[in-house]
Each structure stands twice: as C-alpha cells, then as structure tokens.
C-alpha cells in the first residue's frame, strides 16, 4: 500500500506517471546539506521550546549527520545534477516514490532513528523548509561565484601588468578610433567584473532572511524561536510576512538576473578574444591547451572556449527568463510551479561557474601580439582627433578644426599617405596654424599619453589605477 509521508487521506496508489512527473529527487538532491543543516537548527529551536525533548533533540541531530555522511558516500564527487543513474549505490536512496530530497532525507531518518524522527517536521511545512534550503544553498554558491570573479580580476591585473606597454587601436562601430593601451582595455572588465561581484553581494542581503516559522503559509501556532534559528543558521535575521516568506523567490531571479549581467560581460569579452584571435587582426593567440583543432581542416585553431562561453550565455538568459515566467501568475502562496526554480537555477550557477574557472587560465596562457597591435594602431588615422586638438589649443574653434583635419584625413585616402608622413607644408597647406610640433602632436605615444585624466588611458593613470586596484583587492 501506498507508503507516502501525506498517505493518510489517499485510499488510492500514486500512479507512477505521476510519481515521475512529480518528483524532484533527480535535481534537489543537490540540497541534502543544506537541508540537513536547516532541519538540525529545527530540531535544536524545537526542543529548545520544549516541543520535543533535548534527548530527542539529540536523537534526531545525530540521525541527521549520519544521514549525511550516508548521502556523501552515495552521491558522486562533484557531480552538479545527479541524474536517475545516481539512484542510490549506497544505503541511501534516490527514487521518484520519495518525491523530494526533504522527504527522502525525513523517511531516512525515520528509517534510522524509528518514530521519534517523525517529530522533527513539527511546526515545519515543506514549503518554509524549500525556501530555507535554497537560501542556505544560495549563500554558498554566492561566496562561491565571488571567489571565482576575484580570481578572474587578478587574472586580469596580471596579463595587464605583464603588457604594461602595449598599445593597440581602441574601436568604436568596430572601426579604428583611438590607441590605447592594452592593459586599459583588460582593465575595463576588471570595472564590470567589480559591479558584478557588488550585484551577487547586494542579492546575498536579501537571500540572508530566515523563512522557517511560515508554516505552510500561514504562520505557526507553536511559539517557536525564529530569532534562535536565523542566529544558528548565520542569517540576518527572521523574514517578516509567512505568506511572502513561501512564495517569494526573488533571490532566485536576482541572481539570476547577476549571473546574466555577468554572462553578458564574458560574453562581449569572449567575442572580442575570438576577433583578436582571428587573422584578420591576429592581436592575440590563445594557448594550444585552450584551443582546439577541426576533424577536416589541418590547419584551423579554434577558439572554442571562449565561443562556448559567448554561446552559455544564451542559456543563462533563458533560465532568468524561464523564472521570470514560472512565477509571473502564481497565486499567493506556494504552488507546485515553483518546483521548477531549481533546475533553472542550478544550471545558472553551473555554468557561472563554469564559465569563470575557464576563463582566467585562458586568459593568462594567451600569446599578446605587442608588434601587431601597434601596427595596426598606424593605418586609420587613429590620432585625427589629436590634430584636431592641436588645432583648438592654437585658438580654432573644434567645429572647424574637425572639419579642416576630415579634409586632410580625405587628401590622405586620396593619395594613399598617412598622417605620419605628411610634410609641414602639406599641413600649413590646411591651415597656418600648424607647426613643426603637429608631427609630435600625433604620434600615437602623445596621444595615449596625453590621456592623463581620471579613467584615462596614459601609461601613468593606467599604472596609478592598477595601483589602486591591487589595493581593492586585498
Ligand atoms: N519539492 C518541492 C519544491 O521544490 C518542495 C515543496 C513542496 N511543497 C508542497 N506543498 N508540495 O518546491
């Protein structure tokens, strides 16, 4: 007969289509620390009110760790989402009949322990005990993906400080705009990753409220000690409405929100590592152990690592996406639709992961191309802007200015020459005002180098910034 937890109103057996389609074993198994950890606080604020006995108490908690150590040995070392194949090599067991990890974990202990174990789900409602274990579990992969962004910007700080000198075009529209330095171009990111690293910090605030004590949704008539569990578990505080404290699953879409913003700032890193890495700029050459080859072409080296990354993205989007739309009807409060966070937000952080671990190693075997990228920093007349600065120093307006060097840039393309090697009487040609220091004016190194301003590229303010950085990063 039917040997469900909730088997007292049913006179029928679950059918096991429905068994299936239920379950959600296959990916919140992935919880069972975390919700080991939250039910040995329960247990510890239960007898501490004198609901159940401190032996119990006891009891249970040492039921739970053995629990513990049972899942351990049966679950695969670092396997993100343990699929039906994992179902149990140990003495714990893994099937759709037990529906959910909390429950799988609960008629373990009673397994163990015998009836005194069934006084743990006391004043507990699964849908409070889901919402605490996603937040404890959240907490975790946060610091996790926080570590990971800082391991990234020290990646970047190091290949930054290794090509100190290089010059290479800054684009806009993807045409060449100005020179500037590589390492204020790799410092760029550092910018992105630190508001990223802010945003995953300011989500863990919110997800650091503690919901156990909503019951089901309604609140518990026991007088139980929130305060007691949020200070065992580590979290700020109790939440403060029992209905929100089951329904809510904003932390899960902020995060998910984080990690695409993230994503998105990989991604645009990663397409500008595939260009660079192409012939037609050739600025870079990624390591042979982070590339890979073609089954027909002999010659082709591919930048698959970061096109994955760039391709992941994609998915990330999707999963905020997915969340967004899962909760965007749902009635107050807790609906089996919820169900369907986790895997969206389990492959969220996987891949976040992923993504990050990758990408600093990728980063500090690639080959810089210095020459290259300072060639290229020769044809396009990338220092127009600066002749045209010359020119407002000697009192012309910039209007007229920009005009009267987008006519030499044109007599340039005209007679294929470059600014370089135009004569002082070509320029006076355009205007009097020009002298023999025009030349000085716009060589590459004055114009990086007269960008001395806070945020600018200049060899100097590039090495105060990486300074202050190293700073930041302590
Ligand atoms: N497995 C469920 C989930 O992940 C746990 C909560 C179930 N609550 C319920 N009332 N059926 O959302």
């Not at 705009?177 to 863990?204: N, V």
Request: glycine share 6%; with cysteine.
């Amino acid at each position: 007969m039917n040997k469900k937890p909730w088997a007292g109103r049913f006179t029928q057996e679950t059918n096991k289509l429905v068994e299936e389609f239920n379950a959600s074993i296959f990916f919140d198994n992935r919880l069972y620390r975390h919700d080991i950890m939250g039910s040995i606080a329960h247990a510890m604020m239960l007898a501490k009110v004198g609901i159940i006995t401190k032996k119990e108490a006891d009891k249970i908690v040492s039921g739970l760790k053995a629990i513990e150590k049972e899942i351990e040995t049966c679950l695969l070392p670092n396997e993100p989402i343990p699929d039906r194949s994992a179902s149990g090599t140990g003495k714990f067991k893994f099937t759709p009949d037990l529906e959910d990890i909390h429950m799988a974990i609960e008629k373990r202990l009673l397994e163990k322990i015998g009836t005194v174990g069934g006084k743990l789900h006391t004043a507990r409602s699964r849908n409070d005990q889901v919402a605490l274990d996603i937040r404890l579990y959240l907490r975790d992969e946060i610091r996790e993906v926080q570590r990971l962004i800082k391991e990234l910007q020290k990646s970047l700080v190091s290949v930054a400080k290794k090509n100190l000198d290089c010059i290479m075009p800054g684009y806009t529209h993807l045409q060449r705009a100005q020179p500037i330095f590589f390492s204020h171009h790799l410092l760029a990111y550092y910018e992105m990753l630190k508001r990223d690293y802010e945003r995953f910090e300011d989500c863990y605030k919110r997800i650091n409220i503690m919901p156990l004590g909503a019951g089901a949704l309604a609140g518990s008539p026991y007088s139980l000690d929130r305060d007691f569990i949020a200070k065992e578990l580590g979290f700020l505080k109790p939440t403060d409405n029992s209905l929100d404290s089951v329904s809510d699953r904003d932390f899960c879409i902020e995060f998910c929100s984080a990690s695409s913003v993230l994503m998105m700032h990989l991604s645009r890193f990663s397409e500008e590592i595939i260009l660079w890495s192409s012939q037609e700029f050739d600025f870079i050459e990624l390591s042979d152990a982070f590339s890979t080859g073609s089954s027909i072409m002999p010659q082709k080296k591919n930048p698959d690592v970061p096109e994955l990354v760039r391709g992941k993205t994609g998915r990330v989007y999707g999963n905020l996406m997915s969340l967004l739309t899962t909760m965007k009807a749902l009635p107050l409060a807790y609906n089996k639709d919820m169900q369907e966070d986790k895997e969206s937000l389990f492959d969220t952080i996987d891949t976040v992961k992923d993504c990050l671990k990758i990408f600093s190693p990728m980063l500090e075997t690639m080959k810089v191309n210095k020459q290259r990228m300072l060639d290229a920093t020769k044809r396009g007349f990338l220092t127009a802007t600066d002749a045209a600065d010359y020119l407002v120093k000697k009192g012309i307006p910039f209007r007229e200015s920009h005009h009267i060097i987008g006519k030499i840039v044109a007599y340039c393309i005209k007679n294929k020459r470059v600014l370089d090697d135009l004569t002082l009487k070509e320029w006076k040609g355009f205007s009097k005002a020009f002298e023999e220091d025009i030349k000085r004016a716009i060589s590459v190194d004055a114009s990086v180098n007269t960008r001395r301003i806070k945020g600018g590229t200049a060899f100097e303010t590039v090495k105060k910034r990486l300074k202050e950085i190293e700073r930041e990063m302590r």
